[in-house]
């Protein structure tokens, strides 16, 4: 399957305009995706994305600096879906401040929504921030009624199980951006969350 251009179709049958939209360009089997990292949202400069042809994205050198310290060697995003794994943003386009549009959350939740019904045989979901926690919840409210992630500091939840239907969903911290490798506290803790999200892939 082509993600680019499920995402690209799903964003037109919603209305939403695509232009300043960054989609994970990769084809992939579905059957094959385990894990689903929710981050925040995609960088100002597309050249950093994940999923950018550029040599060295700054998404993929913070987050496989944090993939490697968890145990896990990868090269490029192809060792990543390889694993089972899939990055994904909660929102598609850029942050315009330091906070994120609740309204532009909203508009979008059709696109991550889309993306998750994708994979039929998902064990873990990880929400990289509180974008993707907000996004998420919103997404299980409305089909349960209530939120999966309690409305807390992270560290407070993160030591703690959670599940949507059987899948395990583990709350934790944006894994990009240029100041991260600098906060070895906040490092530690993601690296500890993606180790035990490959624990459980072991199962």
Not at 90 to 108: C, M, N, S, V
Not at 130 to 149: E, G, H, Q, R, Y
Not at 163 to 168: A, H, K, M, P, T
Request: charged share 25%.
């Amino acid at each position: 399957m082509n993600i680019l251009n499920h995402l690209t179709e799903t964003a037109t049958r919603h209305g939403l305009v695509t232009d300043s939209m960054q989609f994970p360009d990769c084809i992939l089997d579905p059957g094959s995706i385990k894990v689903v990292m929710i981050n925040e949202a995609v960088p100002k400069n597309p050249d950093d994305w994940f999923y950018s042809k550029a040599e060295d994205a700054e998404n993929r050198r913070t987050a496989f600096r944090l993939f490697e310290a968890a145990g896990l060697h990868v090269n490029s995003m192809d060792d990543v879906l390889g694993m089972g794994i899939y990055i994904t943003a909660a929102l598609k386009t850029p942050k315009e401040g330091y906070f994120a549009d609740p309204a532009a959350i909203k508009a979008q939740l059709p696109l991550l929504e889309s993306e998750l019904e994708l994979f039929p045989n998902l064990k873990a979901i990880m929400l990289m921030g509180d974008v993707a926690k907000k996004a998420f919840n919103l997404i299980t409210k409305k089909k349960s009624n209530k939120n999966v992630i309690p409305s807390k500091s992270t560290y407070r939840i993160r030591q703690f199980e959670y599940y949507w239907n059987d899948i395990r969903v583990f709350p934790s911290y944006i894994m990009t951006g240029a100041n991260l490798l600098i906060d070895k506290g906040k490092c530690d803790m993601i690296t500890d969350d993606i180790r035990r999200m490959l624990k459980l892939l072991q199962v």
